[in-house]
């Protein structure tokens, strides 16, 4: 079965999941794609435990064709993000600048390096001998928050404005940064080049700082196209060429097209939507956005649910489970509460903000797309077949489910108490 063969077949399987939930049990739909695809894969799982083994053989080949990583990194991400950047509203992100940056700069920091130094030290006391840099760099895959789980999940709840744009931005934004502090330590895990202080600098100026004029010079360029025609139809499909064309383009040039499609989607959002777009588009242009980002999302968690037919559990990764979830989680706490410990001098914020942030900081796709990139055959347990990888994509994947299923579906009774203490003011 060819690849577009079955992208056909799960896009038609989470539009089922969808439907199925649309009738019966009304849960927001990209937890109920997750929960749908995991217990299929624990169907296939234990089918194959008992004799079905062909099944989850047909299903694991299908999935090493897709190449998760490059589906989600090279295709899905850019659309995406770019129609998250549509949804933002530049007057709100002003007024949130600061918070922004600190979170998205400096608390992914933060929960990089207490991640590597905490793990490496608890691996070392339970005989897992996992070198430090390999710590840091699941540390840096599982910091950022996950813009598609973010505004796939709790941007659709309603939280109080305030909470809604630090959240929402943050997640836009961190993820290009936590790209970058990525690829560094990547770079010295596995290619040998030294990371001196100018190397660091230079692919961070590369990366981040290229990403966003690269994005700005982007959106200039199709505000001034979309501006030049008054075929709505038209209008529309110029914005296609954003996260596609420019996407690619971003990554051949070596800039963060992630950051890239965050800043064109925002000037498209904001200012082409004030003065290029016609009447018609302006009405029709959220709709058109909406349908494409239900539509890969859908595709995306079904494919998160069902990436668990390619792990291999053993004993000692259920151990390495148990610990990577609440490590991940006090990281995002701490990492969150030092923040506002400086934002609290300066204004006063809902006092459940620290929670919903910490809560709402949802890992997804993104995560589990870095994890892959990891190459294999890096042995840390060879007795036991348990390499670098192994580890990395094990301890991921329990993050992003627990992230999904548990965080996604317990949030809201947070951001009603939020709500409630806004409205009593």
């Known amino acids: 079965m060819s690849v577009y063969s079955t992208f056909c077949f799960l896009a038609a399987a989470a539009m089922l999941i969808t439907f199925l939930n649309s009738k019966l049990g009304k849960w927001q739909n990209t937890i109920a794609i997750t929960a749908g695809s995991l217990l299929l894969s624990l169907i296939i799982l234990i089918a194959g435990k008992n004799g079905f083994t062909q099944l989850r053989e047909v299903a694991v080949s299908q999935l090493t064709e897709i190449d998760f990583e490059h589906f989600l990194l090279n295709g899905l991400l850019g659309f995406l993000l770019f129609a998250g950047g549509l949804g933002i509203k530049l007057e709100s992100l002003k007024d949130q600048k600061w918070e922004i940056t600190v979170l998205a700069l400096g608390s992914t920091l933060f929960s990089t390096f207490f991640v590597g130094y905490v793990l490496y030290f608890t691996f070392q006391l339970i005989g897992i001998p996992l070198d430090l840099v390999y710590c840091l760099l699941f540390g840096s895959l599982i910091s950022p928050t996950d813009p598609i789980a973010v505004l796939a999940i709790v941007k659709k709840l309603d939280a109080p404005k305030r909470i809604s744009t630090q959240i929402e931005g943050e997640s836009l934004f961190n993820d290009g940064f936590g790209l970058v502090i990525f690829v560094t330590l990547f770079n010295i895990a596995f290619s040998g080049e030294p990371a001196t202080i100018t190397n660091v600098s230079l692919l961070f100026l590369h990366e981040a700082i290229g990403g966003i004029v690269y994005g700005f010079a982007l959106g200039l360029l199709f505000h001034y196209l979309i501006s030049a025609t008054n075929d709505h139809a038209m209008e529309l499909l110029l914005t296609i060429g954003v996260p596609t064309a420019g996407y690619v383009f971003g990554q051949m040039i070596g800039v963060s097209a992630p950051l890239a499609m965050v800043v064109a989607g925002i000037m498209i959002g904001n200012w082409t939507r004030k003065t290029g777009f016609s009447k018609e588009s302006k009405a029709q242009l959220d709709h058109f956005w909406e349908l494409v980002d239900e539509f890969l ?9 069902i990436s668990m037919l390619q792990f291999n559990f053993y004993k000692e990764d259920w151990i390495i489970m148990l610990i990577a979830i609440p490590l991940v989680l006090l990281a995002r706490y701490l990492s969150v509460r030092l923040a506002y410990v400086g934002f609290n ?3 006063v914020y809902n006092p459940y903000s620290v929670r919903i942030l910490t809560w709402g900081g949802l890992r997804g796709g993104l995560a589990l797309a870095m994890a892959m990139a990891v190459p294999a055959g890096i042995w840390v347990l060879p007795t036991k077949n348990i390499d670098v990888r192994e580890i990395m994509l094990v301890m991921t994947y329990s993050v992003v489910l627990f ?6 579906s317990s949030i809201v009774p947070l951001i009603n108490k939020a709500k409630e ?3 009593n003011r």
Do not use: A
């Open 421 to 423: 203490w806004q409205n």
């Open 297 to 305: 999302n859908g595709v995306l968690f079904l494919l998160i649910g």
């Open 403 to 408: 992230s999904i299923l548990v965080q996604g």
């Open 345 to 347: 001098r300066y204004r």
